[in-house]
Each structure stands twice: as structure tokens, then as C-alpha cells.
């Protein structure tokens, strides 16, 4: 048993032993189904702290030769497969984390030679003869010589194969390099059984094509059937919340929103696990990364990027073309392909069916305030620092109080165009910031005879507060608003509140550019 080569499964049973461990055992009924067959390539793209060394872990103790894993793996989902005994510890594995390799390594080429060095100093502790037939020749040919002594194939689990593309940014050399010897290394051997390869990145491309085109890629974009594997799903997290004695709805509140295949509720791993250790809800991920590395990405200087960012605030989606992005993190040709970025970097969420992004929860939503205050934004903060007393006033029904406050909102995102409906919808929904502290909002929700503009529901631990329903016009009245809300029975769709609901409608005469404001109480 070695380090890189044949390693032990300490770091998958330190998972197992952990007070929360949630069971994704059954991605190995995958891997298994294609290993020896022209699918055995996997590429899995992750954002950070999303289970992806844990799983790669897993995988090393499962095929790694001679690890006796069979305890271990005793009370999983998995032992149920018929494929389980079949594959159990029965392979070479070779496990190598790149971002160890480089951060020891001057360039690419000795990179290599270390991770040579290190899997021959494992092959010179096996009982073989073979080491020194083999020391002086190259990597391909040692793992070839050792394949046809022994005829046992070998499983490549690769953590962090995308390091290259995020710390040699602009070195294309550097990167070509890379994936020219990964190629080398593993398309077309006789000894792969199966490559597993993580990282936060998609294969990149050169062109329209790759030089790792063998690979089946599951990412946030298209996660495929491996989707359940991407976070903790709704039944997970529901299971724990039971368990711990943790409130659901707030959990999904701060850390859900990342809907893959069919819709299904997605959850950040790491921060659901941190809130129930620590009995506290609070932004976990977003604090393993400054918001450094969010701003630098919406400060550029693309087109309609700065509109979209306000849009995405307000609670909007934004509609993206995904396939111009050749994955990597200094080349892009517009917005889409930086809004593209942050779906694989976490920081918002793809609707696979719709073609649209969006901010998933409310620790990301945070993040995207501290990026746009660091970024100097300052039409847009002044916004949001006004946005609690524009909801205190709505509350209290000052109607002039809050068309003021609409009126200034709308002169800090001036830039905006504000045309119709919509843009006006987009204004009001950034200038209620901040209640999304208390509330669900709900933009065009079917509510009795027609869909309301925007509807306020009251989270579950402030039912104290009024549910409002917010209809917005158009050069016309705000009084012809609240009669629309009546006249279609809106309220009735909020029958759980309907003692406590206010009817706020708005409207924006374009030739006096002036916001009107009545507030009734339902």
C-alpha cells in the first residue's frame, strides 16, 4: 500500500466517522457500469467545498488493491448493487491531487517528473521485479510495464485537474503543456480501467475542440443523471433537519437554490453541514473565499453586465448562452460568459431547462451585496441602505413615505432603462432589499383571477408581519392598481394571511416622473 499509488482509505473513514456523514455511495453503480467501456472517462466540475475530494475519496477506497474497504462500506447504500463484491479493492489506483503537485513544482514539466518520482517510489516498496527495469523510462511506459507483470488495470482519481487554469491564468504554454501530457497519459492506454477527474472547471477548449475529448463531463451546467451527486438533495437535508432538530425552511432559506435535472432542490454541502454543527445559520462557503474573487468578475466592463447584476438582485433570472465558454477564467468574449463562470464557481445558479441564471439563496445573496458595495457601486448600496426604511414605511402605510423612496431608488440605478412595467419591477424588487429577511418574494405569482407583480409572502418566524401584495402600473394610477388587486381576487390566493394583508399599488407617470403610492389594508 502506498501513498499515490494503492493509497489507504483513511480519508474516506474519517468521512464515515464524521458526526454528519451523508451517504453518496451509489455513484459507484456508475462507475462501475463503465469501467472498461468507452465511457470510463469521467469529468466531474464542482464548485469548492461541493463533496468533490470526499467522493474521490471514496472511490480510492473502494477500488484501491488490498485496502480490505469491506467494513467500511458495511452499512452503505451500495452494498445492495450486484456490482459491489465484483469491483471491491481490486484495482491499482492511482490518486493524485494536482494542486499538491504544483504548488511544489517550478513549471509543468517537473510537475511531472514529481509525480513519476512519487509513483515509482510506491512501485520500489511492492514486491515486484521491476523498479529497475523501469526506473529510467517514462510514466506511460512504467504504468504499462507493471499493467502487463501484473494484469491488474488501473483506476485514475484526479482532484483538482483544473489548478493549472486557475493559478497559470494567461500562461496558454503552461496549459497546453498540461493537457498534452494528461492527454498522453491517459487516452488510448491499455491499463485504464477508469479515470475519475474532479475539479471547479469544465475541460477547457482550444477552439472547438479539446484535447481531453475522451471525457464524459458532468458539471453545473449540465450535471446529467449524476446530478444527486452535485450537493446535499431535499430528502438529505430534510433527514438531517429531523435529525438535529434544525427548521427546514430556513435551511432552504439560506443554502438551497441550486436546481439541476428536473428541478430537484440542490444544497450546499459544507454550509448545511456547518449551520447544524454550529446550531447557527450564517454565510459559511462564501467565507472560505473573499468576496475579492466575486467582484473582480462583475466589475468587468461587458455590455448589459452591470444591467444584468441588478437584475439578478432584484430577483430576476437572466437568460445565457453557455456554449461560447471555453471554460477557463480569463477568456471572454461577453457577459454570458462571465455570468457562465459563476454558475461552475457557485456563485448562481442554472436552470438547465429555461437557459437562465439566477441568485440561488441567501448566503450567496449576501455575497453578491458585499461584492457590489467592495466594487464601488454606489448608485446601487445607496439602494439597499434605504431598503429597510422603505419596507418600515410600507408597513406603517405612509404612501408618501414610500413613493419618496421608490422615486430615489429609481434615481440611483438611473442607468437603468426604465420603460415599462418590468424595469419598474426590477427598481421595487432591489429597493425591498432588505425584506428578504422576512419574506418569500414571489414575482408574477398566479393569485386568483391573474398574476400579481409581486407578492410578499411572510417567512415562517416572522408571521407577525402583514403579506403584501404589490401591483405595479404603468402611466396610469396606483388607485387603478389596488382596484385590479380587488377586482381579480388576489388576496384570496393568501387565504392563510388573509387577516393580515396589505394591498400596495405604484405607479409611474412617465410625464412627470413622479411615483404614486396607496396602501390599503385587505
Known sequence: MGFYLNPSNKGFAESIHSEIYVDKSELISYTNRVLNTKQKFICISRPRRFGKTMAAEMLAAYYSLDCNSDILFSHLKIV?????????NKY????LNIQQFLSESDDINSMFSNIQDALLNDISEMDLDIYEKVKSHSLTHILRSLYRLTHISFVFIIDEWDCIFREYQTDKIAQKQFLDKLRNLLKDQEYIALTYMTGILPIHKYGTHSALNMFDEFSMTDPSFLSEYVGFTENEVTELCARYQIDCDEMAFWYEGYKLMDKQPVYNPRSVVTAILRRRFNNYWTKTESYEALKIYIEMNFEGLKDSIIELLAGGRKKININRFVNDMV????????????????????????????????????????????ASWDEIVQTLKKSDELLKATWRKDEKAVARYIEASHMDISHLKYSDENSLSCVISLAYYSARQYYTIIREMPTGEGFADLVFLPRKNYLDK????????????????????????????????KENILLVGINYDKKSKKHECIIKQS
Open 80 to 88: 445492495k448493487d450486484p456490482s459491489f463484491l465484483g469491483n471491491l
Open 92 to 95: 491499482n489506483v492511482i490518486f
Open 331 to 374: 477568456t471572454f468574449a461577453d457577459l454570458d460568459d462571465v455570468l457562465t463562470l459563476l454558475v461552475h464557481l457557485g456563485y448562481l445558479g442554472y436552470d438547465i431547462d429555461e437557459k437562465e441564471v439566477f441568485i440561488p439563496n441567501k448566503e450567496i445573496y449576501d455575497e453578491f451585496v458585499n461584492a457590489v458595495e467592495g
Open 466 to 497: 402583514p403579506a403584501m401584495i404589490i401591483e405595479l402600473k404603468w402611466d396610469k394610477s396606483a388607485g387603478g392598481a389596488i382596484k385590479q388587486i380587488e377586482r381579480r381576487k388576489y388576496p384570496e390566493a393568501l387565504h392563510d394571511f
